[in-house]
Structures are given as structure tokens and as C-alpha cells.
């Protein structure tokens, strides 16, 4: 018997869906910490200016994509900058891979899996599940690893593979290919309005917000929808 009547794939949004996160890349102690970490790299650059660097070459490459929702790779991002800073020889894309994930582990401030959706996920067994995120694939699939819950899914795509972000149906159009499945069969959960409902609905998939969803295991998803007419 399906989990979800009509459903035969679900596709969820990561953060502030499947992970609580709360990150402050304000802070300049984020950027110390990089640079200290970067000095036994053979990279030496100051925090301000490796934030000034970062926002403005991030701001530029999404400018050169010409696209609505562009995104980028971070790690090229600190590819360049390391490039550009280094004092010898040294392997400019693992440092840059090394310093994204330095840097992002600088400025998390709170990072956990929400409980109530490991419990949804337990709950939908089997049904085919995969993740769209406009996230970095260089930290967030590792997040994904350290928290258990990279098994529950058939396919992950971010928007740093793809290059758009959502909600530009390219992205939801990956995943739904990977899973062999019509817009019509999946259901996507999420917590934006803009990126994660509107966006799938627009690609033709059903749409949820992940606080309705924890309520599946105890209500069904038949009834859910009985609920909304």
C-alpha cells in the first residue's frame, strides 16, 4: 500500500527542512579563522579582505551567468582568492575545497537534524526520495553525511551541480529525470514560499510545507489533503 495515495516519489527542500542551521557570515571572527587556517596553506590575506573578496567575487560571478536565479561554486570562489593570495606553490583547488569547508564550519551557530522529520522520513520507508537544495555540494553533502540522513535519499541535487538556483525548474527538472518520475507523481516538500511550493508547483509537482509534512506519520496524507478543501 503507497505511503502517499497519487505519490511515487517525494522530493525535499535540506535546509530549514530536513537541517536546522543558523550561520553568521557577519561575523569577522568567521574570516580570523580562515586566515589563520589559510597561513598554514602558504595563502596569506587578512579577514577583511578575504570578505571583501568573497562578497565581491561572488556578486560578479552570479553578474557573468546572466541568469534569474544563478548560483556558484564556492570553492571555486576560494580557489581564486587562494590563487591570488598564495606565497608558494601549492594545489589552488584543494585549497579552495578545504577552505569553503574551513570557513563554513567557522560560521555555523546552530546545526542539527530536525527530529520531526527524521520521524516523516522513517515513516515513507521505501518510496523513492531524493533532495533539491540551493546548496553547495563541497560542505553540504558532507552535513548531510554527519547528520545520517544522506541514506534516506535515491538522488541529491544542488544548485552548486546545476548552476541555477531555485526556483528556476532546471533544478527540479534533474532530479525528477534521476527518479524517472512525471512532475505529476512527485510531491516536494519544503520551507519557502517562493523557492520550494511555488517553484514545484510550477514545474507540475504537488507541494508541501515540511511543518504540514511532519504531520503524515500520524495523519496520512489522504486526509491531509481531505483537510485543505
Known amino acids: 500500500m503507497p505511503v502517499l495515495e497519487g505519490v511515487k516519489g517525494i522530493l525535499f527542500d535540506c535546509y ?33 579582505a578575504i570578505r571583501d573578496e568573497y562578497r565581491t567575487r561572488i556578486r560578479r560571478t552570479m553578474d557573468q551567468r546572466k541568469e534569474k536565479y544563478p548560483e556558484v561554486r564556492l570553492e571555486e570562489i576560494f580557489r581564486g582568492i587562494c590563487a591570488d593570495y598564495r606565497l608558494w606553490e601549492i594545489d589552488e583547488m584543494i585549497v579552495g575545497i578545504q577552505a569553503a569547508r574551513t570557513f563554513r564550519a567557522a560560521s555555523l551557530r546552530r546545526f542539527r537534524a530536525f527530529p520531526e522529520t527524521v520521524r516523516l522520513l522513517d515513516h515513507l520507508g521505501y518510496v523513492a526520495k531524493g533532495i533539491v537544495s540551493n546548496g553547495q555540494r563541497v560542505f553540504s553533502e558532507i552535513e548531510l553525511k554527519y547528520l545520517g540522513l544522506h541514506h534516506h535519499f535515491d538522488v541529491i541535487v544542488f544548485s552548486s551541480d546545476i548552476g ?3 526556483p528556476d525548474p532546471r533544478i527540479f527538472q534533474v532530479a525528477l529525470d534521476a527518479l524517472s518520475l512525471e512532475p505529476e507523481e512527485a510531491l516536494f516538500i519544503g520551507d519557502s ?10 514545474v507540475g509537482m504537488q507541494a508541501m510545507f515540511i511543518r504540514e509534512a511532519w504531520r503524515i506519520p500520524d495523519r ?10
Open 16 to 48: 530549514d527542512t530536513l537541517i536546522e542551521i543558523r550561520r553568521d557570515e557577519e561575523d569577522i571572527a568567521a574570516y580570523e579563522a580562515l586566515s589563520a587556517w589559510l597561513r598554514y596553506q602558504g595563502v596569506s590575506i587578512d579577514p577583511s
Open 164 to 166: 541555477v538556483k531555485k
Open 193 to 202: 514560499f517562493e523557492a520550494d511550493i511555488l517553484g514545484a508547483q510550477k
Open 220 to 229: 496520512g496524507y489522504t486526509e491531509y489533503l481531505y483537510a485543505r478543501r
